[in-house]
């Protein structure tokens, strides 16, 4: 089943990436629009949705947008109705300057799947300048002599304007001297001149003034006007020569401002005043005067202003030569502006995301567009990525590139990258332009919790306080945020119950610290495993599993018992010692056991009392009795001995034993107690047979008293149930005759007590009786507890 979906999704991703790569390759010419000049912001370009033949909801599902080529944004996208509107004014003069048609370019990109469309914009001209003189008045002196039919070129009108909105006509006022002619340039440019239509005679008129007027195509047409000075010179028969009709030279771009760019020189043959010569610019435009000037006597020209190449690649400058007495030629400066590497890349972003989901196939992250305003080896570029990536730079069309995944990344290798992206030129020097972003790799829930052990061992002494904290375990979980957040549980085992280990420990949920929920004994229960569980909060939940293990430490909790001599309430127990004894005679054993374990079980003996202090003796370490001395006949015939059993435990604990001994000839001796005083041996028959009756009597009033008190202890265990059945609750999840007293929380503590409400008080009242434990030793019953002090005081055992 997993080799099937592996085949699946490559089976996608090559799909995926023949349906990119076609799409990317479609960047074919698509819209032609046009837009008057100086329209409002937001007017209507055209319907961008009817246009690609798109609904509006599926243009803006595929996130279309428009991309200029230029920093400002000039469209925008109406994302309600899919109208492509003017984001601005737009000035074609300021714009495109004087180039005509004035095209902006731009691009349509679309996703899911991928397109860029090239579009094109132009911007329709509209009469919003008027004809402007480059001066105001125009001042021409002209020989007396100047035959008819002369022509004199003037100045002609800037009109900012292009087409029929630009100069397309020029007259003067009526007179009898002059009238103007327009001829074309090959820059199909008019030019006016005035042509000389009658004899000048400066003897009958020296000066004259007439009104040029420009006028240009527009409707309304506008119009501008300029004074022509004509002052009538006496005879210059010789007019000054340029050397060359026509001066053609380069300049860097980046040549410094006051250097000369080339320098012109003409010839006058005539002498004096009239060969003197001075030189100016001759029908220069506004952007000749403020980028160059001209040194009137040198014929220097010199540049005021830095040079762009990216702005204008060439001039042609018009000199006048003008001699002293008035005469003047012409020449033209074809000006070349050499490019310079000086502009750097531009790199302008279309679409960029700053977060990718980890295991995901190849994903888009970037689309944007390089230029260079330079040309030639100066526009070529090279775009880059760092070394080491895992990441594809694709080069599309119109100079666009996308950037994408090479294939699917891992948050927990890496989860954040540095991408910078280098733009380089291959001019001299190289110039480069860097964008750098940061791509967050976003967490998927693909890893499960990891215990720090496979195993846990934890210790607990017994006779625990309930909650006590007994360890903590601790997983990790190499995801983040919500797929990192663990919450630990124990999980149920085999055998469920009271003992069950769910019921003895719990865990915090949050920070996997255990605690034991009742108090643990050892003698019962020495160790108990289980298995804790850790799951994150992704989805789906992942999780893992460890054992943990319990031991429970041992505590001196019980005193030692004594096995031996048995102790009871009816007789002591009479160890019979011959007279003939030896040192060391082994009178007797005391036999004792603790339920406890490892040091805590080790017993000593030891001898408290004695009739015959140093007649006996006790081995501390088997609790063996003999005798220390030969016996003599003063020796008393009874003894009691007061023996102490105490373990090793901290703090120790003891039990003390009693031992009667009896001091005979001989074992073929029958055992008769003997007196405390000496008596003739004829009253031993009357004085043993009065113990027979006392024994007797003893007996039989030992056995009435007993059959009494057992017929009492059941009349008072019945009444007693009669009275608790009364009490019990009869819907409650408890038995009848118990009331469950939890905790609350995470360590939870049951107790039970026996209760009953008193229904006669005028108060209600509970009146706790007794508490009942659920849990005892499995080798002590209940009534055993109850009867275990008089039977320890029947054995004569005192329990320290």
Known sequence: METKRLLFWRQRQVLFLLLFWGVCLDGSEFGHYSVAEESERGSFVVNLAQDLGLRVEELFARKTRVVSDS???????????????????????????????????????????????????????????????????????????????????????????????????????????????????????????????????????????????????????????????????????????????????????????????????????????????????FDASEDIQAMFQINPLSGEIILKASLDYELV??????????????????????????????????????????????????????????????????????????????????????????????????????????????VTDLGTPRLQTQHTF????????????????????????????PALHIGTISATDRDSGSNAQLTYSLLPGPQPGPDAAAALVSINADSGQLFALRALDYEALQAFEVRVRAADRGSPPLSSQALVRVKVLDANDNSPFVLYPLQNASAPCTELLPRAAEPGYLVSKVVAVDRDSGQNAWLSFQLLKATEPGLFSVWPHNGEVRTARLLSERDAPKHRLLLLVKDNGEPPRSASVTL??????????????????????????????????????AVSSLFLLSLLLFVAVRLCRRSRARSLAGCALPDGPLPGHLLDVSGTGTLAHSYQYEVCLQGGAGTNEFKFLKPVFPNLSPQVSGNELEDMPSFRNSLGVNIQ
């Not at 567009?369 to 080896?377: C, I, L, M, Y």
């Open 660 to 697: 009667h001994v009896l001091l005979v000839d001989g074992f073929s001796q029958p055992y008769l107690p003997l007196p405390d005083a000496a008596a003739p041996e004829r009253a031993q028959p009357d004085r043993l047979t009065a113990y027979l009756v006392i024994a007797l009597a």
């Open 71 to 281: 920093y400002k944004q000039h469209l925008l996208l109406d994302s309600h109705t899919g109208d492509l509107l003017t984001n601005e004014k737009l000035d074609r003069e300021k714009l495109c300057s004087s180039t005509e048609p004035c095209i902006l370019y731009f691009q349509i990109l679309m996703d899911n799947p991928f397109q860029i469309y090239r579009a094109q914009l132009r911007l329709m001209d509209i009469n919003d300048h008027a004809p402007v003189f480059p001066n105001k008045e125009m001042v021409l002196k002209i020989p007396e002599n100047t035959a008819e039919g002369t022509a004199f070129p003037l100045q002609r009108a800037q009109d900012l304007d292009e087409g029929l909105n630009g100069v397309q006509n020029y007259t003067i006022n009526p007179n009898l001297i002059f009238h103007i002619e327009i001829s074309d340039s090959d820059e199909g440019i008019i030019n006016p001149e005035l042509v000389l239509d009658k004899t000048l005679n400066w003897e009958d008129q020296q000066e004259l003034s007439l009104t040029l007027t420009a006028l240009d195509g527009g409707i309304p047409p506008r119009s501008g006007t300029a004074t022509v000075h004509i002052v009538v010179v006496d005879i210059n028969d010789n007019a000054p020569q340029f050397s060359q009709a026509v001066y053609e030279t380069q300049v860097p771009e980046n040549s410094p401002i006051g250097s000369a760019i080339v320098k012109v020189s003409a010839e006058d043959a005539d002498s004096g005043v009239n060969a003197e010569i001075s030189y100016s610019f």
């Open 313 to 422: 690649k060439s001039y042609k400058i018009n000199i006048q030569a003008v001699d002293g007495g008035g005469l003047s030629t012409r020449c033209t400066v074809r000006l070349q502006v050499l490019d310079i590497n000086d502009n750097p890349p531009e790199l302008i972003m279309s679409s960029l995301s700053n977060y990718v989901e980890e295991n995901s196939p190849e994903s888009i992250l970037a689309v944007f567009r390089v230029k260079d305003r330079d040309s030639g080896e100066n526009g070529k570029m090279d775009c880059s990525i760092q070394e080491n990536l895992p990441f594809l730079l694709n080069p599309s069309v119109d100079n666009f590139y996308i950037l994408m995944t090479e294939g699917s990344l891992d948050r927990e290798s890496r989860a954040e990258y540095n991408i910078t992206i280098t």
């Open 438 to 465: 940061t791509l967050q790799v976003s967490d998927v829930n693909d890893n499960a919790p990891e215990f720090t052990q496979s195993s846990y061992t934890l210790w607990v002494r017994e006779n625990n306080s």
